[in-house]
């Protein structure tokens, strides 16, 4: 067996030291939008271009090769078991792309994203797109020539989307969003229209720290395990780390408590995520996170088919009462309901319900294929992106800081990543209601306090899996069929059918 | 000139890889005392150990030896000047030390640190000196290898303190203790009789956000540049981090302001120093602290020369009645400025005043000289701590935990680290009466809340000449006189005589 045969042993070291190498940078991540005072910036810049010239250097080794060439041979005396041959099969394909990346355009990739980072926020906040411009011609050159260099067959976007996607191109893309964007444009009307009469209660007035009480009960009650982690404050929430050690954020604001409540469940959906996956692989693609559609999966059912529903509120609408009695006086439960899901559209992305959270996902994804196609220019992009903000949301930005300047990704060369967000909520849409299949009781067992069902189940069905299936396979997997955009309509349609009377 | 030679160059660009793994390094381990969830320990172990790894290998690698060997050559087109041979010259000692030890003893010790510290956690918990025994001759095993690798002309603690205060020997240490201690026992009786005398008021209830406020203003005032650093909780305070990003930490107590006050000056002191580092020259011996003994003479003459001072409190108190009115209202100026300057000798070092402390590191100092003599074996290290602590502070631990467990120094097999805390202490007072002797007025100064004369005096001869002097030649450069402990035991004379009439 392969397992035990000293030349996987020395892949496995190989590995491992690559996995601690990205386990450092993580740190040093979290710790540059959490911590970092801004005179720190280009140390930290220099810091993260070494360690991303470290892990190339592990990564593209030549003894690397070595080692997978003598493992891969046919009539090799180790045959390699099934977890053995998906370890090696990944191990090959992050060799074989870091040896398709000169050291050279790392380092320059590595330095540009974190000038590109602070050129973007200095933008951002000038509502200064022509500043920013350059910056972005510049990344998309180094996504240009990254796709070049790692070989594709159609089209450069295909590959972008592969990083963070194993086995999405943008054709499959392109056919699940059509799909998507049919049905969910009349629906985003009637429920807006339909939410537009039945104006929200706004809650005002919550103190911060009793905030991020509720919060730590809710997410240690869902299952997130706080000596592997911690829960601190960003100005954009995230999730990084890994499984042993992992570092979510949130923002709070007095007067928006369920924004930052939501981001936080947001992101405890991802923590849970890497929590799942085998603390004993983390190394190896049987310990690894099948992809950003697969994450996005995760933190998007806990998020909106968990949290937004009507058992999770059950049980935890007592408590959040008990902490803040008085502002909470003059909103009756349904009233609460609804503001938990609150349906408007919004020029922000990082604002949006989720319901028209695809239409600002689905923007992004055709401008970008315009982008890599050429058939859009950089300086034509604030028109389009107003011109298309309008079409799907009805709502024109009054400045590119509403529109074209307010996502970070682009900024550090992120192409591609977009697409995850609404592919995550279709695979969470389908997961759920195959999951109710199996124990049609969920909503109840919520109303108890209980989501341990829940959470073992995807346990064993997703977190355990590692990288065993794409996300397109985790699908037929798990659910039995294609992954496809119905599951995600029909949740929205019951949903806010019956809230909305749709 | 070699410093624009294209060896040189080369030179420099390893050196600054070699300081940007160790600026990394730091990061992470402010984190895991910051920051790490329990469960994340094990991997910021492999973590560490690998950072570790990463520099040795950069220190130790043949080509930098290659380049040095030809900048050395005395006939050498380049002919280095004074800047340059200083770079070259700690280059040299830092490679040479680096090819003495394997990589191998780097790993194993690196690994033996995260270890030994969980090790310690649990028994000084447990006040069981019997568990971390075996820990203690193991790391006690480490040094002598490393002192063995590296070689000592006489001692190996001799390799061990020359490590952390480059310079220094045990002869030259001892030399100072034993007239430091001459004085400094009957000078300790007589003010701990009179001030046993005067008993001091006890200052409780002080809410831990309005003392964040004072120390934040206090820091900023005396100068710390918050936009290149930050100040945090920790269980221990301590500094670290580098000039453009500085990590300092302090702990706090309702019930003892004081202590959280001085620890963040103190832990400012060091951060003053490494801001006053020539940033372009972080990764040469240009750039560096010159060792422990003369950070800690920057710590300490803040914290102790000038914060526990009459001209620091005149200007300080009214801010700090005004943010404390109810709990400062039964206390006068006399009194306040007594409980700033208490002494009492105590078990604890962490916990020491001014006077007392130094009897902690002699202490410390007489016992590691005895463990690498031989004198001593770690069985009887319990024993000898507690007939030590009976002879120079007059007070017997009741449990090791009061006792020999009390530090976590020898835990991570830091050896000839203590030393440098005492030799601070000396190397401070010497430079607060040469300062005082330039400008007689600094007390007025500070009355006013003027600090800059002091910080631009430190920074011109102290901070800014990086590892061109060790402790003792900073002491001759700075004040034309050798480094002697008479400065400090007139300074503790004057303020505990005026305080006390003794």
Chains 1, 2 share one sequence.
Not at 27 to 39: A, F, I, T
Not at 166 to 191: D, H, N, Q, W, Y
Request: with cysteine.
């Amino acid at each position: 067996m392969a397992e035990s045969s000293p030349l996987y042993s020395e892949l496995l070291e190989r590995l491992k030291r690559a996995q601690l190498l990205e386990s450092i940078s993580s740190v040093m991540g979290w710790d540059e939008q959490v911590n970092l005072p801004p005179g720190g910036a280009p140390l930290r810049a220099a810091q993260c271009a070494l360690l991303a010239d470290l892990h190339h250097a592990v990564a593209a080794d030549a003894r690397t090769g070595e080692l997978l060439a003598e493992l891969e041979k046919p009539g090799a005396a180790a045959t390699p078991g099934e977890a053995a041959r998906l370890v090696i099969r990944w191990a090959r394909r992050d060799h074989d792309r870091a040896t398709k990346l000169p050291a050279e355009f790392v380092r320059e990739k590595a330095e540009q994203g974190s000038r590109g980072y602070h050129a973007w926020t200095q933008a951002r906040e000038k509502s200064d797109f022509a500043s920013f411009a350059p910056v972005l011609e510049k990344n998309i050159g180094l996504a240009r020539r990254e796709a070049a260099y790692l070989g594709f067959e159609y089209n450069p976007y295909d590959c972008l989307i592969d990083q963070f996607d194993p086995g999405m191109t943008a054709a499959a893309t392109e056919r699940l969003f059509s799909e998507l964007k049919t049905g969910l444009v009349p629906l985003v009307r009637a429920i807006t229209a339909a939410a537009a009469r039945a104006p929200v209660v706004v809650l005002r007035g919550f103190p911060v720290e009793r905030q991020r009480e509720f919060l730590r009960e809710v997410t240690e009650r869902i299952g997130f395990d706080y000596r592997h982690g911690r829960i601190d404050v960003s100005v954009h929430p995230f999730c990084s780390g890994s499984g042993e050690d992992i570092r979510m954020t949130t923002r709070f604001d007095a007067d928006n408590p369920l924004d930052s409540l939501f981001s936080a469940i947001h992101e405890t959906g991802h923590g849970l995520y890497e929590q799942g996956l085998p603390a004993e692989h983390h190394h190896t693609a049987l310990g690894q996170a099948a992809g950003m559609g697969t994450h996005e999966s995760q933190s998007r059912l806990w998020e909106n088919q968990v949290a937004r529903g009507r058992g999770f509120w059950r049980f935890f609408e007592p408590r959040f009462r008990e902490l803040f009695p008085e502002q909470l006086r003059d909103v009756p439960t349904e009233e609460l309901y609804r503001a938990v899901n609150e349906v408007a559209p919004t020029l922000i992305r990082t604002q949006a319900d989720e319901v028209t959270y695809n239409l600002h996902i689905i923007l992004r994804f055709e401008l970008e294929k315009k982008l890599f196609s050429g058939a859009l220019a950089v300086r034509d992009l604030p028109a389009a992106w107003n011109a298309a903000s309008e079409e799907l949301l009805g709502l024109r930005p009054a400045c590119d800081r509403e529109g074209v300047l307010q996502d970070v990704h682009w900024s550090g060369g992120m192409f591609g990543y977009f697409p995850s967000y609404c592919i995550g909520n279709m695979l969470a849409a389908q997961l759920w209601y195959r999951a109710l299949e199996l124990r049609p009781g969920l909503e109840e067992d919520f109303a108890r306090g209980d989501f341990s069902w829940l959470l073992a189940w995807l346990r064993e069905n997703v977190h355990a899996q590692g990288k065993r299936f794409d996300v397109l396979g985790l699908a037929r997997h798990v659910t039995g069929e294609e992954l496809s955009p119905r599951f995600l309509l029909r949740h929205l349609a019951e949903r806010y059918g019956t809230l909305y009377g749709v």
